[in-house]
């Protein structure tokens, strides 16, 4: 008696391999700037405006959201004499669930683009 074992696809599974943490890495950084943006525009809707200023100054890049205006971080977290108005934070939180949907996303399809 004999057994045979023939093993298809073998060649195209190590590349899949090889080349698995560079599409990572891609998929991690479209998925952060997608998430970025996400949450720099709910930071912007959170914003108390008196001049738009501080709204309009809010960016997102790939990793950060960033407010440019000078006196960002006191509205964020307060002042002895002046009560924090958070608008970062809970961008952040409210967003959470959303980032996690797009990284999971962006993975997801990277390797199923690879495995056809």
Do not use: C, H
Not at 4 to 27: Q, T, Y
């Amino acid at each position: 008696m004999s057994l045979s074992l023939e093993l298809r696809g073998w060649e195209e599974f190590r590349r899949f391999l090889r080349d698995f943490p560079s599409r990572v890495k891609i998929a991690i950084e479209e998925a952060s700037e997608e998430a970025s943006k996400l949450i720099a525009q709910s930071a912007k809707r959170k914003a108390p405006v008196r001049t738009g200023k501080l709204r309009d100054s809010i960016r997102a890049s790939s990793f950060m959201v960033e407010a440019r205006v000078p006196y960002a971080a006191y509205v964020e977290f307060g002042t002895r004499k002046m009560e924090a108005q958070p608008f970062l934070r809970p961008a952040i939180e409210e967003s959470i669930p959303k980032v996690r949907n797009i990284f999971r996303t962006k993975i997801e399809d990277m390797i199923r683009s690879r495995l056809r």
